[in-house]
């Protein structure tokens, strides 16, 4: 399951005090892999919110076709992605390592397509990265330079990426490659 939370409950990792668990942070993948062009029918997805409250908000969505119209649907009315849902989820891996000896754990990948609704996307960034420091779990963006990561654009870093990776962007902003 590419190292993501799920795929924890099928591991059970080997005696040695060096291992640290990676695990891979992309819940919910309708919304950060919208238009991912090689995620298949998800990559026509596009304007998927976040966060949801089961309540709809994706009226203004049109019809994609393929599989994902009831997949939006199913998102939109009976999922809910916030905050306090990411702290589930990262509870999840929390509770497994802490039920296998406290291996200790990494989310070394996670990210938004920058094709996200922006602000979405700066939410998500948020949520994400604050329910890993929570949980004391260290996190690495995906890409700073890629669709995933911090969406430098010759080099240069948009602060409020930044910031909603909990970084000081006073005098942090790259100058634009030569």
């Known amino acids: 399951l590419w190292n993501g939370i799920d795929g924890l409950a099928d591991?059970?990792?080997?005696?040695d005090p060096n291992l640290v668990i990676v695990i891979h942070v992309y819940d919910p993948f309708l919304?950060?892999?919208q238009n991912a062009v090689w995620a298949g029918d998800i990559g026509y997805a596009m304007g998927i919110p976040y966060p949801t409250d089961r309540n709809g908000g994706c009226d203004h969505l049109p019809a994609f076709g393929h599989d994902l119209d009831g997949w939006v649907?199913?998102?939109?009315?009976?999922?809910?992605?916030?905050?306090d849902a990411m702290r589930k989820?990262?509870?999840?891996?929390?509770?497994w390592a802490a039920a296998n000896g406290g291996v200790p754990l990494?989310?070394?990948?996670?990210?938004?397509?920058?094709t996200a609704p922006y602000r979405d996307r700066l939410n998500w960034l948020?949520?994400?990265r604050a329910a890993f420091e929570e949980a004391g779990i260290g996190w690495a963006i995906w890409g700073w330079d890629d669709g995933?990561?911090?969406?430098?654009?010759?080099?240069g870093m948009d602060a409020a990426v930044l910031q909603a990776l909990g970084m000081?962007?006073?005098?942090?902003?790259?100058s634009p490659a030569p």
């Open 73 to 83: 649907e199913g998102f939109c009315t009976t999922e809910t992605w916030n905050a």
């Open 11 to 15: 591991f059970t990792p080997p005696p």
């Open 89 to 95: 989820r990262v509870a999840i891996a929390t509770d």
């Open 106 to 114: 990494t989310a070394n990948e996670f990210g938004v397509m920058p």
């Open 126 to 128: 948020t949520d994400a």
């Open 31 to 33: 919304f950060t892999h």
């Open 168 to 174: 000081d962007v006073a005098g942090a902003m790259a």
């Open 148 to 155: 995933f990561g911090l969406d430098a654009q010759a080099y």
